[in-house]
Nanobody, 115 residues
Framework: QVQLVESGGGLVQAGGSLRLSCAAS????????MGWFRQAPGKEREFVAT???????TYADSVKGRFTISRDNAKNTVYLQMNSLKPEDTAVYYC?????????WGQGTQVTVSS
């Protein structure tokens, strides 16, 4: 079992930045791929970024070049640095742990970008 707790969400103006953190506890953090997903009101949850245990990352086209995912295995934490934020980035952001499937999820943190 893995427990995930996100933090760092908030209200920011368009063009601003936020850094989300996800602290993991339970099973060995470094064994898992980690991901960030988001869900906007009235929309389905969508993939944002993933990072594997070696640090290789993938991104949704909508955030490529603006968001950076990273992890610190010593601190059992994964981060999402979000720059050049847009109003369409407004959503609840979720951290997940897994691999080909994502069995473990955090509770989510709200990110609101005002225009």
């Amino acid at each position: 079992q893995v427990q995930l707790v996100e933090s760092g969400g908030g209200l920011v103006q368009a063009g601003g930045s936020l850094r989300l953190s996800c602290a993991a506890s339970g099973r060995t953090f470094s064994n898992y791929n980690m991901g960030w997903f988001r869900q906007a009101p009235g929309k389905e949850r969508e993939f944002v970024a993933t990072i594997n245990w070696t640090g290789d990352s993938t991104y949704a086209d909508s955030v490529k070049g603006r968001f950076t995912i990273s992890r610190d295995n010593a601190k059992n934490t994964v981060y999402l640095q979000m720059n050049s934020l847009k109003p369409e980035d407004t959503a609840v952001y979720y951290c997940a742990a897994g691999g080909s499937i994502w069995p473990y999820w955090g509770q989510g943190t709200q990110v609101t970008v005002s225009s």
